[in-house]
């Protein structure tokens, strides 16, 4: 059965002192032993958040890592690096894409970095509204998933690695704008992400691989999307900096965790 993750970018904003406090706040208001929450501070702040999330079961993630392990490269941070700080990754983000001209190749390559470290990737895919509006959505987030796992169905552990992926939709228009995308809309994504996964050999279809919707999640959206039952969570951006705005869609999740484990068990209640 997939876990219901929610996890929290928070792009560049907060401090490392602020930060520890803001983790602390947010842990305390929503730890829930049935919803997986990852919180991805910037980089300065991880070992602070660390530190404030130890024993609360809420997990620490990098926004990003670099696609070598070591060597010149001034101002980057490599996957040991973050051993220790970090137990989750988030790679591909369609700011990155944007503004450091992360391509899909790349991004296969940071995926195995994160992999190769015993770091969770959150895998980010997602099309732009132009994409959207001539029909070409899923055939866009079709060839990003490719791209970047394409080489890494080709190795030999591929099933291993691919056990531990989980994928967030972000269609790019939805991120930070206030217009999230419908959550039919991103069920009928997830399924076709799922599809492709399958086409590259990932175990059981793709059928246990998290997918998770991004794009300005709110406490107030977050039940259309976890409505759905091929939709695991989310990656929150702005609202996860806001802790009444977490703790309700934390809450909700929490909802659905329980609701899916109820039926995994056999009891019916959904
Ligand atoms: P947003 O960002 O929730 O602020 O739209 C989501 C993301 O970029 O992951």
Redesign the pocket.
């Given at each position: 059965m997939r876990s219901v993750i929610i996890a929290a970018?928070w792009k560049m904003h907060t401090v490392p002192a602020e930060a520890a406090g803001l983790a602390a706040t947010i842990a305390a208001r929503t730890a829930d032993p049935d919803v997986m929450q990852v919180i991805c501070p910037p980089f300065v702040a991880l070992a602070a958040v660390r530190d404030a999330l130890a024993g609360t079961g809420l997990a620490v993630g990098a926004q990003n890592v670099h696609h070598e392990t070591t060597g010149a490269y001034t101002g980057e941070v490599s996957a040991p690096m973050l051993v220790g700080l970090a137990t989750w990754v988030i790679v591909g983000?369609s700011?990155r894409r944007r503004d450091a001209g992360e391509t899909d190749e790349l991004i296969g390559r940071k995926l195995q970095r994160a992999w190769d470290a015993g770091l969770r990737p959150i895998l980010c895919v997602g099309e732009q509204l132009e994409d959207r509006e001539a029909g070409r959505a899923e055939a866009v987030v079709d060839a990003q998933l490719r791209g970047a796992l394409a080489e890494v169905g080709a190795g030999e552990d591929a099933r291993a690695r691919f056990a531990g992926l989980v994928i967030a939709y972000?269609p790019v228009w939805?991120?930070?704008?206030g217009r999230n995308a419908r959550g039919a809309d991103a069920a009928a994504m997830a399924d076709a992400i799922r599809a492709t996964l399958s086409r590259l050999g990932v175990a059981d279809g793709g059928s246990g691989v998290p997918v998770l919707y991004?794009?300005?999640?709110t406490a107030a959206n977050i039940a259309e999307f976890l409505a759905e039952p091929t939709i695991d969570g989310a990656?929150?951006?702005?609202?996860s900096l806001k802790p009444d705005e977490m703790a309700g869609i934390v809450g909700r999740a929490a909802v659905t965790a329980r609701a899916r484990l109820a039926v995994a068990s056999g009891n019916g209640v959904t």
């Open positions: 970018n983000h700011e972000e939805a991120i930070g704008t991004g794009g300005s999640v990656l929150v951006g702005g609202a």
